[in-house]
């Protein structure tokens, strides 16, 4: 029933949309010989876009209150190119020779092991079927919480809030064991490289961000017989990832962040700042936990004690300036909403 009542609803605007245009152009024509106390050509007008209106309601791209799809932006619209996949899978394990250069000189590696080879030793060993993932849909609401690490969650009680979410993602070393109030307990998803992996939970899905073709071969190695111990520093031999929930964040998704939304700022992106374009690729809202400094200027970790830390600003690899700048113009253009602590 749905699909043939929704069929000559499009049919029935369909004719109503061109004799309105039929009415307007002929209004239009005659208005310059007759001329009218009241305006047709306005109320047809306003009709038409009370219609179009109507008709792209009828096709939203998702049942949140809000959508990311919906907001209308033109800076946004510049950067957001929603064909790019943000995870390998076995579809699209392929690097571009462009990206793919630009990636092999981010951590720079003596002798690499070969790309292909590693990626198909990758999949015969962990799944790769994660299209399913990013496929939108107009009757879906996935609501995400990305939760960054800085000081300002401190005091926050975002916790119960954070956990509504039906994805929460989390970040490198970032603890909730004794934070809950604050950061919730809840992660659905960790984004992790070899030198920042913690331990995770049985139920959360492992995102390896791979700076280099080591990373790929060091979670081979640690979910098996643990022979990488030492990248440019020493790294967990042994992992206890759930090996059938682990996936990986795509090359040339990370150049596309870097070219599309940080216009090359910086030698690559942070973490924080490729979890949040992450995010607008997979989610229909996005809400931001714990990025930025906290209340007083500072820069530093929610678990350190020590506020002057200020890790992200002084690496030299990334422009936190520029990411902030980026994320407070996606708040501003309501596309994500930013809580930056209480
Ligand atoms: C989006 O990405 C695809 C695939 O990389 C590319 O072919 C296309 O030109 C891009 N679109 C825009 C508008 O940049
Ligand atoms: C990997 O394989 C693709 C074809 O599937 C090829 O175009 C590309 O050059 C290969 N990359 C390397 C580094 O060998
Ligand atoms: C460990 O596993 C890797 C990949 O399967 C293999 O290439 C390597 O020879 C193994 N090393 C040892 C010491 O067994
Ligand atoms: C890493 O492994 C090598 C060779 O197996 C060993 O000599 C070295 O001590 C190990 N390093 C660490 C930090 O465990
Ligand atoms: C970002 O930077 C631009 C250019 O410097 C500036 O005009 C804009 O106000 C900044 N936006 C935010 C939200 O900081």
Redesign the pocket.
Known sequence: MMPLRNRSLKMFTLALLFIITITSFLLNYTNSIVSTSWDPKQIAYQFSEQVKKLLKYSRRPCSCNTCILEQTSAWFDERFNITMQPFLTTQNAFIPQESYRWWLKLQGERSPKGINETLQEFFSFIPGDWEHLSERSSSRCRRCAVVGNSGNLRRSQYGQEIDTHDFVFRMNKAPTVGFEPDVGSKTTHHFVYPESYRELGEEVSMILIPFKILDLRWVISALTNGTINHTYIPVPRKIKANKDKIMVYHPTFMKYVYDNWLQRHGRYPSTGFLSIIFALHLCDEVDLYGFGADSKGNWHHYWENNPSAGAFRQTGVHDGDFES?VT??LA?VAKVRLFKGR
């Open positions: 700048n407070h113009t501003s």
